[in-house]
């Protein structure tokens, strides 16, 4: 019984320096990389500009009204 006592201690004392490494880790500012100025600026195999961007508005389909004659019967 006390070997699964202290199974389960070293388990307990484990998982609690862990926790804890990963609080630290969490909460202490990254000193190796620098913070990413901007996500959305990323480099791309495609060369689109923004003229053949197209903006689209999109209109949510109500399930009560159906424009299909078919489903009208």
Do not use: G
């Amino acid at each position: 019984m006390s070997l699964l006592r202290l199974i389960l201690w070293s388990l307990l004392f484990y998982l609690a320096v862990r926790t804890i490494k990963n609080v630290m880790n969490f909460l202490a500012p990254n000193k190796n990389n620098p913070p990413k100025k901007n996500v959305n600026t990323t480099s791309s195999k495609y060369k689109i500009d923004k003229e053949d961007v197209i903006e689209a508005h999109f209109e949510e389909l109500d399930s009560t009204k159906s424009e299909n004659p078919k489903d009208k019967s």
